[in-house]
């Protein structure tokens, strides 16, 4: 495998993805059962006021962005990370010619970018025929790249989660923790100007913020492009509490039975 | 009946053969059930009532829904794989059986992190639903009849695979149905609420049930019982029906 490796797992794992036509039918489909409850109920508290600074209108874009940024991501990836690890097959990974990790975040954002693809296109068509207005075009042109690294983020903080399993060897439960942290704490429910003061506080100072609430707040009209670069900050530090975490399981695991 | 009822106990006894196990899964179920609940008191805190609902009649609403969809997906587990089973041929085991496959099928199998659901409801209207004699008369028919909707709609949808051979219609309509009917009704727009008491009827698991605890309504009540007797009646003519249909799997270990 020579230094492209990177870009032939990411397309690999992408047509993989396209490939399962059914798969991605549903996924859309749920994308829209959820952004169409939960941008009613929205739209109908905020009615013709604003809450928190948010229109009936952004708010549906706000639900748009942040489902789209959190539907194509696997949410159980921590359990099945944690059983490869676990029961053991992660070892014929060990003897390919790259990292572990870094294959596993390359096969993994390119299995979730069609899924990706699918939400952004289907969320902004019922957008728009709830709304009947799009959102500003540098709103769009920010929210883009931000449901991007929104994605890779959750996918790096999902393994570094994983990597508990070297450990404990059992992290199947940690999705689900996971997964509350991030619909209450990343903004995925509730934009995080509607959070309790104290509690939007601490979600604005963790990572959760940047898997849902940065592309979501950038979709619903607020020009605030500095979140992409705490997007990017985050992407950093958590890509490499997972390679910590997996340079130091690998070097713990060992081999049982034959 | 007595077929059915070695189905259940033979099911009770494996799922307390771990009793660990167990309280986790029910655990993990119930704290992710509580997060809902702590999400909507979010919600409420900031939008007041909405289109008549507030938090307290939200409460009650999932309290319906988490008791009724904790027994159907918790006691009768199979009702969301008869689709699977179809496909994969692993029906030829209860065929194979001197039993009405139906019944025998949907007592088999209990899931454990559904059971949670179940337990949270309950607690939760214990809790936060003025449990009155009457009120708790009236939370227990709607439970049951919420519970006969799911299950016809469940059955229905996933019997669909009988005659189409294949496709994802059952965990579709499963989605559809548990994640519509979990918000309260009257916040979708009219087109969507006419489908979630007719095509989905999300509107009878939860919403119409738990109404019904809060204020008595002749017509409400016999509207939900109508929903209730017609879905079972549905699910179980699709299933007998597209039963004729089947060919074996030749698999006669599973079920």
């Keep these: 495998m020579n230094r492209r490796w990177a870009a032939v797992a990411v397309g690999a794992a992408a047509r993989r993805t396209a490939a399962d036509r059914g798969a991605l039918l549903m996924t859309a489909v749920f994308h829209l059962l959820v952004v169409s409850a939960l941008g009613s109920l929205w739209r109908a508290a905020a009615g013709g006021e604003t809450l928190g600074g948010y229109d009936a209108d952004a708010l549906f874009w706000y639900i748009v962005a942040s489902e789209a940024a959190t539907v194509p991501v696997a949410m159980r990836l921590i359990e099945r990370i944690g059983d490869d690890i676990a029961d053991g097959s992660i070892e014929v990974e060990l003897v390919r010619p790259v990292g572990v990790l870094a294959l596993r975040l390359a096969a993994e954002l390119g299995a979730t970018l069609p899924r990706l693809a699918v939400c952004g296109v289907t969320g902004a068509a019922l957008g728009l025929l709830v709304t009947g207005t799009a959102p500003p075009a540098g709103a769009v042109a920010l929210a883009a790249p931000a449901l991007v690294l929104a ?19 059992d992290a199947r439960s940690a999705w689900f923790l996971y997964q509350k942290l991030v619909f209450v704490l990343g903004g995925m429910l509730v934009p995080l100007e509607l959070l309790p003061p104290w509690l939007a506080a601490a979600a604005r100072s963790l990572p959760f913020a940047a898997m849902s609430y940065a592309p979501a707040r950038l979709l619903s009209g607020e020009g605030e492009p500095w979140l992409a670069a705490v997007q990017v900050a985050w992407l950093v530090v958590l890509t490499g509490l997972a390679a910590l975490g997996f340079a130091v399981g690998e070097r713990r695991l060992q081999r049982v039975g034959a | 009946m007595g077929a059915p009822l070695a189905a259940l106990r033979g ?62 997906l918790g006691v009768l587990a199979n009702a969301r794989r008869i689709g699977q089973m179809v496909t994969d041929g692993s029906l030829d085991a209860v065929l194979a059986l001197p039993v009405r496959p139906l019944p025998w099928l949907l007592l088999r199998r209990i899931d454990g992190v559904f059971v949670g659901d179940a337990l949270f409801g309950l607690v939760l209207f214990a809790l936060a639903g003025d449990p009155t004699p009457a009120r708790a008369a009236r939370f227990a028919v709607g439970v049951v009849a919420a519970a006969a909707v799911l299950t016809g709609f469940l059955v229905a949808v996933e019997s669909l695979v009988f005659f189409s051979g294949g496709g994802r219609t059952g965990e579709l309509g499963f989605q559809a149905i548990v994640l519509l009917g979990s918000y309260p009704v009257d916040v979708f727009p009219a087109a969507l609420r006419v489908a979630l008491h007719t095509v989905v009827p999300a509107a009878f698991v939860a919403a119409v049930p738990a109404r019904l605890v809060d204020a008595p309504d002749a017509g409400a009540a016999a509207a939900l019982l109508t929903a209730a007797g017609g879905f079972a009646v549905l699910g179980w003519a699709l299933f007998t029906v597209g039963l004729r249909r089947y060919t074996s799997g030749s698999a006669w270990t599973r079920a």
């Design chain 1, 151 to 169: 994605v890779a983020c959750n996918i790096a903080a999902q393994h570094a989660f994983a990597s508990l399993a070297f450990v404990v060897r």
């Design chain 2, 11 to 72: 099911a009770v006894a494996e799922l307390l053969a771990n009793p660990r196990a167990l309280g986790l899964q029910a655990g993990i179920m119930a704290l992710n059930d509580g997060a809902w609940i702590g999400f909507w008191w979010v919600f409420f805190q900031r939008a007041g009532t909405v289109r008549g609902w507030d938090f307290d009649a939200v409460v009650l609403l999932w309290s319906v829904l988490t008791t009724a969809a904790g027994l159907v």
